[in-house]
């Protein structure tokens, strides 16, 4: 990947609805070898899809709740079966398998705390095999983005 390449992918992070002609003015080169090489990130797994930001707040969905889970089981068939289930709950933003204390994080969006509530309901009576789960609920977004650092040389 080389500083063309880096600058197209910092661009479309910032606006990926940008046209071709605009992002090929951007990095200096003419449209064909820019749509080029949006084409090859593409195909190379650097670009994984173009999405809309939406603001959670505009949608009703303005508490985040961070949730920690320690789990009694650790087979990977159980494991397949809890990752499916979580993976399932429209509330879930993230899901992360961790090291530490905790053997699993949640990034969870919800309208407000009885909502939350119904999802921790249907979360412990979805899934076995949970022996400690705690919430953190987010007071204010400090900063928030999509846009990884790419680096230039």
């Known amino acids: 990947m080389d500083s063309f390449d880096q600058h197209i992918l910092t661009?479309?992070?910032?606006?990926?609805?940008?046209?071709?002609?605009?992002?090929?003015?951007?990095?200096?080169?003419?449209?064909?070898?820019?749509?080029?090489?949006?084409?090859?990130?593409?195909?190379?797994?650097?670009?994984?899809?173009?999405?809309?930001l939406l603001d959670p707040e505009r949608l009703g969905l303005g508490l985040t709740v961070f949730v920690q889970l320690k789990t009694q089981r650790h087979d990977s068939a159980w494991l397949e079966r809890f990752a499916t289930t979580v993976k399932g709950f429209e509330e879930v933003m993230e899901f992360y398998r961790m090291?530490?204390?905790?053997?699993?994080?949640?990034?969870?969006?919800?309208?407000?705390?009885?909502?939350?509530?119904?999802?921790?309901?249907?979360?412990?009576?979805?899934?076995?095999?949970?022996?400690?789960?705690?919430?953190s609920f987010a007071m204010e977004q400090m900063k928030y983005t999509t846009a990884y650092p790419v680096h230039r040389s």
């Not at 200096?28 to 173009?50: A, F, H, M, Q």
């Open 11 to 52: 661009l479309l992070q910032r606006d990926a609805s940008i046209s071709l002609k605009d992002l090929a003015e951007a990095v200096n080169l003419s449209t064909t070898p820019c749509w080029k090489r949006v084409k090859r990130l593409e195909e190379d797994g650097y670009i994984l899809g173009r999405v809309a």
């Open 99 to 135: 090291s530490g204390d905790w053997d699993y994080m949640l990034r969870v969006v919800v309208g407000d705390i009885a909502a939350y509530d119904r999802f921790y309901k249907k979360l412990i009576t979805s899934t076995d095999g949970l022996s400690n789960i705690t919430s």
